[in-house]
């Protein structure tokens, strides 16, 4: 195991420590590294900050996204210190890193009394068969957008 | 069918294209409603801001959290011109919404070149299983902070 590694997580882990203390939110750190160095932080902030998106991954994609003035992490490495809940998973496929680190897993945050392991057996369901109420209503005026986009010349991809 | 609806679900669908139009990112819109009314609006921002993270749904709840002075969309309703992808569907469960509407679907966003089902595919299966790299390392270390958290006494949950 290369020692970075652990020097990396464990710095994910000091963030979520130092959040819990400082009452910012959950107890969640994570860092982007690319050529070995930290490009980017976060911890978890969503009581102190009203936002429900304000998770640790979330926080630390944006920081290294902003710092290499791009929406894409070519190269990178995340090292968070539990397993992302969906929204995160999700937003580290879209920024498309290299490798993802973790120490605690959806479990361990279960039983701290978080919803990251509800939430990953929901949105695996059908629509009808969730907890949330999902409904379709207006499909082919949304299409028309979608036949837009695909037309559209100087679109930028993602 | 509600006739307020549609009109809630053509803001959305407007949103998204307005956001085309002006290259701000992909054709997304989401509006949250409560009482009857839209407390917050987000388009697809992702390429223009270099923010991954950038969605249509995550911007609508940041910005209708903000106006409520909550980390929770209790009693609110989410229009959304396309079924979410995994990040922004997590982010509504972690917002607890009442309900979800949605025009598109993840066939109508991958048919025009978008990851939304290559991410609910992925995020389904077992971690070794899925193209992302995902290791884990430390698990104790974490658990440490989770344990904190258990016993910290002037936690906020959410």
Redesign the interface.
């Known amino acids: ?1 290369n020692k970075n ?2 020097v990396f ?2 710095r994910a ?1 000091e963030l ?2 130092k959040g ?1 203390e400082a ?1 910012n ?3 969640f750190g994570a860092v982007v590294v690319k050529d070995g160095e930290i490009i980017g932080e976060g911890w978890n902030k ?2 102190s ?5 304000a998770h640790a991954e ?1 926080i630390a ?2 920081d290294a ?2 710092k ?6 070519d190269g990178c490495e995340i090292y968070s ?2 397993e992302p ?11 498309r ?9 959806r479990e ?2 279960a ?3 978080f ?1 990251d392991r ?3 057996d ?3 369901l059908d629509h009808e068969d969730q907890k ?8 082919e ?6 036949a ?3 037309e ?1 010349e ?5």
Chains 1, 2 share one sequence.
């Not at 900050?49 to 998106?53: A, I, K, L, V, Y």
């Not at 809940?85 to 920024?95: D, Q, T």
Request: glycine share 6%; with cysteine; aromatic share 10%.
């Open positions: 195991m590694h652990e997580m464990r882990i979520a420590r819990v009452n939110g959950g107890p969503v009581t900050t009203n936002d429900p998106t979330i994609i944006r996204c902003t290499l003035n791009s929406f894409q992490l210190s539990c809940c969906p929204m995160c998973l999700g937003a580290i496929y879209w920024s890193p290299k490798a993802l680190y973790i120490a605690g897993n361990d945050a039983d701290a009394g919803d509800f939430i990953y929901e949105i695996g949330l109420k999902i409904q379709t209503i207006l499909r005026e949304a299409q028309e957008v979608f837009i986009w695909k559209k100087d679109k930028i991809e993602y």
